[in-house]
């Protein structure tokens, strides 16, 4: 069976690992991983703040962080925002 994340190192960082499935305006975006104690889902729109998005509602629920875009308008690009930081993080 292969590895999950084959490139991370299977130390105590992927056992304390905890996994978000993002969505925006109930579309599915991709995952969030939380490798650390100090890192919390909320860092997501921290990070959106950061690029000029204030108009939403987030929540976690379970699992799940749901961003509900306040201007629809504006939730295309924040999904794209998202499926690049999601990428890379």
Known sequence: MPEPYPFFNQGEEMKNAH???V?????????KILFSQC?????????L???GFYNFQ???EGDH??????????????KD?????????
């Open 65 to 78: 962080y749901h961003l509900q875009m306040t201007e629809q308008d504006q939730g295309e690009v924040v």
């Open 23 to 31: 969505y925006v305006n109930d579309d599915y975006v991709g995952n």
């Open 39 to 47: 890192e919390k889902i909320e860092d997501l729109s921290d990070y």
């Open 19 to 21: 996994t978000y499935n």
């Open 58 to 60: 987030a929540e976690a």
């Open 49 to 51: 703040n950061s690029k």
């Open 81 to 89: 925002e998202l499926h690049s930081y999601l990428r890379l993080n």
